[in-house]
T-cell receptor, first 112, second 115 residues
Framework: GQQLNQSPQSMFIQEGEDVSMNCTSSSIFNTWLWYKQDPGEGPVLLIALYKAGELTSNGRLTAQFGITRKDSFLNISASIPSDVGIYFCAGLATDSWGKFQFGAGTQVVVTP | NAGVMQNPRHLVRRRGQEARLRCSPMKGHSHVYWYRQLPEEGLKFMVYLQKENIIDESGMPKERFSAEFPKEGPSILRIQQVVRGDSAAYFC?????????????FGPGTRLTVL
């Protein structure tokens, strides 16, 4: 299946720092979703975006739907140890009929 | 509102046996997706189903794998004559509708180990 370009692949940060990751696509999307996956668990939906330019927050998380509709970013502010995990983006292209594309994930490691 | 349910959470099979993975979508959701995830890798799409209908199975291996979502009961992902390479985490997700904007919610996954 088609994959989105998600970067960076991994991040090692200190507690309290901000984290930023992004996803890009060659297709125009109508939906961007951001998930977090802990080891041994399923992905948990963090933020859903449906409009170009939309900026949505969920606690210390902020995500934006790129104005070109081909990209999205996720920011985590003031990271804490429980932010450790793998963050995935997912997108729904305009002609995809419900079939989501996924990024390969960004592994976030937070050190005290 | 209960989330997406998957069972079993862990499944061990010997080579050549059959594996049946079950998924109950969130209440009110009529669309189910199955994904496979190998260790240290992302999610790979397998199949997209509506009730009694396969919408897209382009990610499913042509042999040994099948999926269904009957009118009543859970969606089933069936793997016949399992091989060691089938060992992976299999995730089910559900969504409320099909359209240009949608949201997917994932279950906890079934971890299949083939001995």
């Amino acid at each position: 299946g088609q994959q989105l370009n998600q970067s960076p692949q991994s991040m090692f940060i200190q507690e309290g720092e901000d984290v930023s990751m992004n996803c890009t696509s060659s297709s125009i999307f109508n939906t961007w979703l951001w998930y977090k996956q802990d080891p041994g668990e399923g992905p948990v939906l963090l933020i859903a975006l449906y409009k170009a330019g939309e900026l949505t927050s969920n606690g210390r998380l902020t995500a934006q739907f790129g104005i070109t509709r081909k990209d999205s970013f996720l920011n985590i502010s003031a990271s804490i140890p429980s932010d450790v995990g793998i963050y995935f983006c997912a997108g729904l292209a305009t002609d995809s009929w419900g079939k989501f594309q996924f990024g390969a994930g960004t592994q976030v490691v937070v050190t005290p | 509102n209960a989330g997406v349910m998957q069972n079993p959470r862990h499944l061990v099979r010997r080579r050549g046996q059959e594996a049946r993975l079950r998924c109950s979508p969130m209440k009110g959701h009529s669309h189910v997706y199955w994904y496979r995830q190998l260790p240290e890798e992302g999610l790979k799409f397998m199949v997209y189903l509506q009730k009694e209908n396969i919408i897209d199975e382009s990610g499913m291996p042509k042999e040994r794998f099948s999926a269904e979502f009957p009118k009543e009961g859970p969606s089933i992902l069936r793997i016949q004559q399992v091989v060691r390479g089938d060992s992976a985490a299999y995730f089910c997700a559900s969504s409320p509708n099909q359209g240009s904007t949608d949201t997917q919610y994932f279950g906890p996954g079934t971890r299949l180990t083939v001995l």
